[in-house]
């Protein structure tokens, strides 16, 4: 999997459109962060996680976020394990894949909003 960096100014829009909109496609990417918020924070404070709640959570996201797999499509000049962002890597590919799912909401919800319109517009670049 290509290590993909996001721009840091359209994570934090898309974090304040869904913090700060009140409509129901927003109020659904809210919670769906906040579940792979909780699972996360679980993992890099090193308590226990269900992995196979979060694995559930990852699949029902990838369903609803099909642009998820494209970021796994990404042109790459070398293969990393993990994805790059704000959060310290993962060796937990269920982690990883959460990482990566938090990501395509929020390019979902730049794209629905029109502040994005290919998902190389909120990639910074990939290693």
Do not use: C, W
């Amino acid at each position: 999997m290509p290590t993909v960096y996001f721009k840091k100014t359209l994570v934090d829009t898309a974090l304040n459109t869904i913090k700060f909109k009140g409509a129901v496609d927003k109020l659904k990417a809210k919670d769906d962060i906040d579940q792979i918020d909780a699972i996360l924070t679980r993992y890099y404070n090193g308590y226990r996680y269900d992995p196979i709640a979060a694995d559930l959570l990852d699949k029902r996201i990838r369903q609803a976020y099909p642009v998820i797999e494209r970021i796994n499509q990404l042109p790459s000049p070398r293969i990393q394990s993990a994805i790059k962002n704000d959060s310290p890597a993962a060796a937990d590919p269920i982690i990883s894949n959460l990482n990566q799912d938090r990501y395509g909401i929020m390019f979902d919800v730049l794209f629905k909003e029109g502040l994005v319109h290919e998902l190389e517009n909120f990639v910074d670049r990939v290693e």
